[in-house]
T-cell receptor, first 118, second 115 residues
Framework: ETGVTQTPRHLVMGMTNKKSLKCEQHLGHNAMYWYKQSAKKPLELMFVYSLEERVENNSVPSRFSPECPNSSHLFLHLHTLQPEDSALYLC?????????????????FGPGTRLTVL | AQKITQTQPGMFVQEKEAVTLDCTYDTSDPSYGLFWYKQPSSGEMIFLIYQGSYDQQNATEGRYSLNFQKARKSANLVISASQLGDSAMYFCAMSYMDSNYQLIWGAGTKLIIKP
């Protein structure tokens, strides 16, 4: 596997379900990100981890819970979601992350998980 | 406020023609970075090219070049000799110091290459 991988690619869940999205990066990067992409809206940054420590949480509802057990893996745990949470969830990684990288720290993305909440 | 504007929601271009996708930005920060990403219908966001605010020359990566006009605050993406596989959404994004280098994203341009 190379680059950034995400599983599952598609997920349909009911509002009472609990599910998790998984992201893995094979680039040796120190920072990982979760983004939400809804139709006709700009990409929204949800969470940032740098060296396994959460450094940014952009006012995301508590029904989204991130976990970063090591610098290569990132999870997004989902519970009691709403239909408006249906979107493409993208994971990204970068070499240094927000605290140290500066403007040149390029983010590399996975293929995304397309989530539908019924 | 920091902002990225992409004024072309959609574009149709004939195969093999050159394409220019517009991006203007607004920041008072002297240090910033500008990025272009491509997103095919499959969903993956693919990094194309980067331009730093202090870079003297326009960035180039294969068929992609960035027309950086600092005074006008524009960072247009130029794709030479377009191919059918270039059909996708294209996003311009900016990082700047005061945001802790979070990316600010434009709304995107949908590019369709006609055979």
């Amino acid at each position: 596997e190379t680059g950034v991988t995400q599983t599952p690619r598609h997920l349909v869940m009911g509002m009472t379900n609990k599910k998790s999205l998984k992201c893995e990066q094979h680039l040796g990067h120190n920072a990982m990100y979760w983004y939400k992409q809804s139709a006709k809206k700009p990409l929204e940054l949800m969470f940032v981890y740098s060296l396994e420590e959460r450094v940014e949480n952009n006012s995301v509802p508590s029904r989204f819970s991130p976990e970063c057990p090591n610098s290569s893996h990132l999870f997004l745990h989902l519970h009691t979601l709403q239909p408006e949470d249906s979107a493409l969830y993208l994971c990204a990684s970068s070499q240094d992350g927000i605290l140290t990288g500066g403007g040149t720290d390029t983010q590399y993305f996975g293929p995304g998980t397309r989530l539908t909440v019924l | 406020a920091q902002k990225i504007t992409q004024t072309q929601p959609g574009m149709f271009v004939q195969e093999k023609e050159a394409v220019t996708l517009d991006c203007t930005y607004d920041t008072s920060d002297p240090s910033y970075g500008l990025f272009w990403y491509k997103q095919p219908s499959s969903g993956e966001m693919i990094f194309l090219i980067y331009q730093g605010s202090y870079d003297q020359q326009n960035a180039t990566e294969g068929r992609y070049s960035l027309n950086f006009q600092k005074a006008r605050k524009s960072a247009n993406l130029v794709i030479s000799a377009s191919q059918l596989g270039d059909s996708a959404m294209y996003f311009c994004a900016m990082s700047y110091m005061d945001s802790n280098y979070q990316l600010i994203w434009g709304a995107g341009t949908k590019l369709i290459i006609k055979p």
